[in-house]
């Protein structure tokens, strides 16, 4: 939990500009209209991060509006995806352009193990609990049935999978408009894989954004409804699933576009 807590201190710093949700006031009663959803907005612009003498992230453009899909973001190794997800969560402040989040918080995982070995995954669930105000048990509780994992055991004695999959768990048990994941799904086994996926679909807010990255694409094509691709700091291409031809394999685009790219440099 210690890294959750940082990375939850943070990610409400300065370097992040929140697009921030305007209140309805209660007025005069007027002419009937429909309600214009007030959607929440996920914008980054120019992004640029240097990190040493590495310009890492080279003008990153994305928007994506918060209507509950899941975005995956992939990219080959050193492409900038952790950067990015770190500068999104507020843990990398240093950085030029703009992000633009909807407002309400952010609920972050890591590409590394953080809960506290020694604690259970009760006992997790318990700190969660108490640290955020939109934890929901009931939400925690179904996560937890439907996976299988016996809540008395500690996060130590968890295989790498078993701590994977408790860490997204307890990530996707908070109520936020904002899910980030780094490599959720790695050391987790293909059927349960699809269990988390269909819990992730089911259970998310209606007007959240999830970004997932993941090396995992093949497998996981059908859980996604945006694709990002990043490559040297870039944005290569940013499709939405639906819009591509029928029989599509995303594994495929993405290996073309990145041998393309490369051919090129
Ligand atoms: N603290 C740092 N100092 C200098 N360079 C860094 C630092 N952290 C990351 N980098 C560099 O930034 C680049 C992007 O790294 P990043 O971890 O964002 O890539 P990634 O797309 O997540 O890669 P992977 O798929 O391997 O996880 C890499 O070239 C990496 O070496």
Redesign the pocket.
């Known amino acids: 939990m210690r890294e959750g807590s940082r990375h939850e201190r943070h990610a409400h710093g300065p370097g992040v500009q929140r697009h921030r949700r305007r209140s309805r006031r209660p007025g005069r009663p007027g002419p009937e209209v429909t309600p214009v959803p007030d959607l929440g907005l996920l914008e980054i612009s120019d992004l640029r991060v240097r990190?040493?003498?590495?310009q890492?992230l080279r003008g990153v453009d994305l928007t994506i509006p918060a209507r509950g899909q899941i975005v995956g973001l992939f990219?080959?190794?050193?492409?900038?995806?952790?950067?990015?997800?770190?500068c999104l969560v507020g843990l990398l402040e240093r950085y030029q352009g703009r992000i633009d989040l909807p407002g309400g918080g952010v609920s972050y995982m890591p590409?590394y193990p953080y809960l506290y070995p020694f604690l259970t995954i009760e006992q997790c669930e318990a700190l969660f609990r108490s640290r955020y105000e939109d934890f929901s048990p009931e939400v925690a509780r179904e996560l937890f049935d439907t996976l299988g994992l016996d809540r008395s055991r500690r996060v130590g004695e968890l295989s790498k999978g078993m701590s994977e999959q408790a860490h997204v768990a307890l990530t996707f048990a908070r109520r936020v408009p904002l899910y980030v994941l780094?490599?959720p799904l790695a050391a987790v086994d293909p059927y349960t894989r699809g269990l988390l996926v269909d819990l992730v679909r089911r259970l998310r807010p209606p007007d959240s954004v999830t970004i997932i990255?993941t090396?995992i694409i093949q497998e996981v094509g059908e859980l996604f409804d945006e694709v990002a691709m990043?490559l040297d700091?870039q944005v290569l291409r940013h499709d939405q699933v639906a819009d591509l031809p029928a029989g599509t394999e995303l594994e495929d685009v993405y290996k073309q576009e990145v041998a393309a790219r490369w051919a090129t440099t």
């Open positions: 990190l040493g003498r590495r890492v990219g080959p190794n050193g492409a900038g995806k952790t950067t990015l997800m770190r590409d780094d490599e990255s090396h990043l700091g």
